[in-house]
C-alpha cells in the first residue's frame, strides 16, 4: 500500500517537515483510515480457504493483529455461538492421579508399591 502522506491543500504538495508542511500550514487527513470492505471480505475468504492469518495479512498488506480484528468482528456478526441443548450437557470430571494409578497399579508415587491394594 502507498504510505506516502497527503498532499497540502494550500501549497498542492510541498514536501513533508515533521508535523506540518513547508509552506507551514497543518490539515488534518481526508482521506478515509482503513481498507475497503472488499479487501476485507477477501482476506477473510483466503483465511477460511485455510491459509493462515500471518499468511494472508502480507498477502492483503495490513498488520497480523488488523487481520485477527477482521476475523472476530466477522465471526461475532456472522457465526454465531451455538446454545447448547436443554437436558443435554453432561460435565465430566477426569482425575488425573486416577488416571496414572490405573495406568501402572504396581507402582506408585516415587516407584513402591501401591498401599491401597494390601489388606491389614
Not at 4 to 25: D, K, N, Q
Not at 84 to 91: C, I, K, N, S
Request: glycine share 10%; aromatic share 4%; with cysteine.
Amino acid at each position: 500500500m502507498d504510505e506516502r502522506p497527503e498532499a497540502c491543500p494550500a501549497c498542492r504538495g510541498a514536501v513533508l517537515i515533521r508535523s506540518g508542511h513547508a509552506c507551514g500550514r497543518q490539515f488534518t487527513r481526508t482521506t478515509p483510515r482503513g481498507m475497503p470492505m472488499e479487501v476485507k471480505r477477501h482476506a477473510i475468504e483466503l483465511y477460511c480457504l485455510g491459509l493462515s492469518m500471518n499468511a494472508v495479512a502480507k498477502r492483503v498488506g495490513v498488520s497480523a493483529q488488523s487481520m485477527l480484528r477482521w476475523v472476530r468482528d466477522h465471526a461475532h456478526a456472522y457465526c454465531p455461538k451455538p446454545e447448547p441443548a436443554r437436558g443435554g450437557t453432561a460435565v465430566v470430571e477426569i482425575d488425573e492421579v486416577w488416571h496414572f494409578v490405573k495406568k501402572s497399579p504396581e507402582n506408585s508415587g516415587s516407584g513402591r508399591p501401591s498401599s491401597a491394594g494390601q489388606a491389614g
